[in-house]
Protein backbone atom coordinates (compact mmCIF):
# COMPACT_ATOMS: atom_id res chain seq x y z
CA UNK A 1 0.00 0.00 0.00
CA UNK A 2 0.79 3.61 -0.03
CA UNK A 3 1.47 6.24 2.69
CA UNK A 4 0.70 9.82 2.66
CA UNK A 5 4.07 11.72 4.62
CA UNK A 6 3.51 15.40 5.13
CA UNK A 7 6.64 17.81 6.55
CA UNK A 8 7.78 20.90 6.17
CA UNK A 9 8.70 20.05 2.33
CA UNK A 10 5.90 19.09 1.54
CA UNK A 11 3.60 16.20 0.76
CA UNK A 12 5.66 12.96 0.07
CA UNK A 13 4.08 9.46 -0.73
CA UNK A 14 6.09 5.98 0.16
CA UNK A 15 5.19 2.33 -0.39
CA UNK A 16 4.20 0.52 3.35
CA UNK A 17 3.86 -2.98 4.62
CA UNK A 18 0.14 -2.91 5.23
CA UNK A 19 0.34 -6.31 6.88
CA UNK A 20 2.86 -4.63 9.33
CA UNK A 21 0.94 -1.41 10.17
CA UNK A 22 -2.36 -3.63 10.57
CA UNK A 23 -0.57 -5.96 12.94
CA UNK A 24 0.64 -2.85 15.32
CA UNK A 25 -2.67 -1.36 15.10
CA UNK A 26 -4.05 -5.23 16.17
CA UNK A 27 -1.51 -5.73 18.81
CA UNK A 28 0.46 -7.96 17.02
CA UNK A 29 4.16 -7.99 16.48
CA UNK A 30 4.42 -9.24 12.94
CA UNK A 31 7.82 -10.46 12.20
CA UNK A 32 8.14 -11.25 8.20
CA UNK A 33 11.32 -12.43 8.01
CA UNK A 34 12.71 -9.57 9.77
CA UNK A 35 15.99 -9.46 10.68
CA UNK A 36 17.46 -9.44 14.68
CA UNK A 37 18.32 -5.58 14.67
CA UNK A 38 14.16 -5.00 12.77
CA UNK A 39 12.00 -7.40 15.08
CA UNK A 40 14.83 -5.69 18.28
CA UNK A 41 13.63 -1.99 17.31
CA UNK A 42 10.07 -3.18 17.56
CA UNK A 43 10.50 -4.49 20.61
CA UNK A 44 12.50 -2.01 22.28
CA UNK A 45 9.79 0.63 21.33
CA UNK A 46 6.77 -1.49 22.89
CA UNK A 47 8.46 -2.38 25.77
CA UNK A 48 10.64 0.35 27.18
CA UNK A 49 13.60 -0.68 26.86
CA UNK A 50 17.15 -0.08 25.70
CA UNK A 51 18.45 -2.90 22.99
CA UNK A 52 21.98 -3.60 24.02
CA UNK A 53 24.28 -6.31 22.24
CA UNK A 54 26.91 -8.19 23.67
CA UNK A 55 29.03 -9.69 20.87
CA UNK A 56 28.38 -9.78 16.73
CA UNK A 57 25.10 -9.56 15.91
CA UNK A 58 23.79 -12.85 14.80
CA UNK A 59 22.61 -12.74 11.09
CA UNK A 60 19.18 -14.64 11.75
CA UNK A 61 15.47 -13.96 10.82
CA UNK A 62 12.43 -14.30 12.50
CA UNK A 63 8.82 -15.06 10.99
CA UNK A 64 5.80 -14.92 12.82
CA UNK A 65 3.01 -13.21 15.00
CA UNK A 66 3.39 -12.80 18.61
CA UNK A 67 0.74 -10.97 20.80
CA UNK A 68 2.12 -7.67 22.48
CA UNK A 69 -0.29 -8.51 25.48
CA UNK A 70 2.57 -11.47 26.42
CA UNK A 71 5.37 -10.07 28.99
CA UNK A 72 8.55 -9.28 27.59
CA UNK A 73 10.07 -12.48 29.30
CA UNK A 74 7.66 -14.42 27.30
CA UNK A 75 8.25 -12.60 24.07
CA UNK A 76 12.20 -13.17 24.48
CA UNK A 77 11.54 -17.11 25.82
CA UNK A 78 9.78 -17.12 21.99
CA UNK A 79 11.83 -15.82 20.12
CA UNK A 80 15.43 -17.50 21.94
CA UNK A 81 17.20 -20.43 20.26
CA UNK A 82 20.69 -21.64 20.00
CA UNK A 83 21.77 -18.66 18.04
CA UNK A 84 21.03 -16.08 20.53
CA UNK A 85 19.60 -14.96 23.92
CA UNK A 86 18.66 -12.19 26.27
CA UNK A 87 18.81 -11.19 29.37
CA UNK A 88 17.16 -8.72 31.10
CA UNK A 89 19.12 -5.86 33.56
CA UNK A 90 16.44 -3.13 34.10
CA UNK A 91 15.37 -1.00 31.41
CA UNK A 92 18.66 -2.81 29.15
CA UNK A 93 17.72 -5.87 27.14
CA UNK A 94 20.91 -7.70 26.55
CA UNK A 95 21.01 -9.57 23.18
CA UNK A 96 24.23 -12.43 23.03
CA UNK A 97 24.93 -15.08 20.56
Known amino acids: GMQALKNTAGLKTQEVD ?3 AIAWKNGVFNFNQ ?4 SAMRQIARWY ?3 IVYEKNIPSIT ?3 KIQR ?3 LQ ?5 L ?3 QVHFRIEGKKLIVMP
Open 69 to 71: SLS
Open 18 to 20: TDQ
Open 48 to 50: DVE
Open 74 to 78: QILKG
Open 80 to 82: EDD
Open 34 to 37: SSLP
Open 62 to 64: FAG
